[in-house]
């Protein structure tokens, strides 16, 4: 055990990644506060499911119309200084947001316009610092170790953060739980300005815009084991991740609670995502991650299915941490593909993609799911989000199991010094 730690925390090593680590971790402390309190101010202001599925879309869709530019602006630029750029704009929009609450004369559309610019700005946010990952980490073997410490502090945060904006919620009032938002992003802002990356080296580019985005399209067509974490992840991200915007009625309406059983809730579910995070981090090289994904797809689906139409809060508390564990794998295990496996030249372009599957269908799903618990309620939507969950990850392992018998049978003709008959893909 203590071998698997070692090799777990061997990435802190690197000074550029643990100071980015630690000034990320304050600040998504604050993002997770600001996220449950949007959550809940337009709950209470609208009492309409309909509208947290628009503040979803609100927030994520700009991310899916912005990220291929995204993506090319950090194979483009200083990857260094569009990260910086981004942390700067995500710090004004905080305090925007601040003002608009605090001065008290605000409707909801105006929450929704700021989250629209949020949106636009994780655009070309995420693409330039998953990228930028790659190059603080001194030693590339660490990398996975490192891409899992980052969804582990994402859900630490997920954990923290929600149970804090409760409190502050009912005890303080929103304006405070967006301040402290604002002022969260001085540690990242911070830890940037403290690191000392290898000097930016400017590459001719010779083809425009357009003519990268369609390299980048056609580098994922060609490579079909990214295509299809893609795919994957498109699916899970529509009809499945959505759940997370039906909290607040589970906290209001079906257990008649306040903005901090709101809070524990979403706590509830960080706590599962960072014993997935840790439980990734911790796996020795060489796991098979697919397999692993596919099976946690399953956990993420039984989770959803049992905390669905459970009345007894502190159960229900258990199962959102199931179904926490099993989410985490979407996000961490993708991306590790992905990072591990892309050509370097492609990698902002091919982080624009997964970026788009996160962040494209998530808000498309916030609308279907939305529109769906308005009409057959929202215990059944949750349990028939989780019936996809557990569908799509049996489809998973099917697949590998028949990917398993190609590669089985073009080793026998390889051994048999006979022509494959098909190309395993």
Same mark, same amino acid.
């Given at each position: ?261 709101? /809070? +524990?809730?979403?706590?509830? *579910? %960080? ?5 997935? !995070?840790?439980?990734?981090?911790? #796996?020795?090289? &060489? ?82 799911? /939305? +529109?769906?618990?308005?009409? *057959? %309620? ?5 349990? !028939?989000?989780?019936?996809?969950? #557990?569908?799509? &990850? ?32």
């Amino acid at each position: 055990m203590s071998a698997i730690h070692v090799d777990t925390f061997r990435v802190f090593k690197s000074r550029n990644y643990r100071l980015y680590f630690w000034g990320q971790s304050i600040s998504l402390i604050g993002t997770w506060m600001q996220k449950t309190a949007v959550s809940w101010v337009i709950y209470a202001l609208t009492h309409s499911k309909v509208m947290l599925g628009v503040s979803l879309f609100a927030s994520m869709f700009p991310s899916f119309l912005f990220s291929f530019l995204g993506g090319v602006v950090a194979d483009r630029y200083d990857r260094y200084k569009v990260l910086l750029a981004t942390q700067v704009a995500s710090m004004i929009q905080a305090v925007l947001l601040t003002a608009l609450v605090f001065f008290k004369d605000y409707n909801v559309w105006e929450i929704v316009a700021l989250s629209v610019m949020l949106g636009i700005i994780n655009a070309f946010d995420v693409p330039a610092r998953q990228s930028l990952v790659y190059e603080m980490v001194e030693d590339k073997n660490d990398l996975p170790q490192a891409l899992a410490l980052n969804s582990s502090m994402v859900n630490l945060s997920r954990l923290i953060g929600p149970g804090i904006a409760g409190f502050i919620l009912e005890k303080l009032g929103d304006d405070v739980c967006f301040g402290l938002n604002a002022a969260s992003f001085i540690a990242v802002i911070g830890s940037l300005l403290l690191m000392r990356l290898p000097k930016y080296v400017k590459k001719p580019h010779t083809k425009n815009v357009i003519g990268e985005l369609k390299e980048g399209f056609t580098y994922i067509k060609n490579t079909p084991s990214i295509a299809f974490i893609l795919i994957m992840l498109a699916l899970i991200s529509l009809l499945v991740l959505p759940y997370s915007t039906l909290i607040p009625v589970y906290a209001k309406d079906i257990f008649h609670g306040t903005a901090t059983d709101f /809070g +524990w809730i979403d706590s509830a *579910i %960080g706590l599962g995502a960072f014993s997935g !995070a840790m439980f990734l981090a911790s #796996l020795k090289p &060489g796991k098979n991650l697919k397999r692993v994904l596919a099976i946690n797809t399953l956990i993420f689906g039984t989770g959803l299915v049992l905390f669905s139409h459970e009345t007894f809060y502190p159960l229900a508390l258990v199962f959102a941490i199931i179904g926490g564990f099993g989410m985490m794998s979407q996000i961490t295990i993708s991306n590790t593909l992905i990072q591990t496996t892309v050509d370097p030249g492609m990698r902002g372009r091919v982080i624009s993609f997964y970026a788009m599957a996160f962040f494209g269908m998530q808000p498309l799903g916030g609308l279907i799911i /939305g +529109w769906a618990s308005q009409h *057959i %309620g929202v215990q059944d939507t949750v349990l !028939a989000e989780g019936g996809v969950a #557990l569908l799509i &990850g049996l489809l998973h392992l099917r697949f590998l199991k028949h990917n398993r018998k190609k590669i089985h049978a073009l080793r026998k003709q390889v051994e048999a010094n006979m022509p494959p008959a098909e190309v395993v893909q």
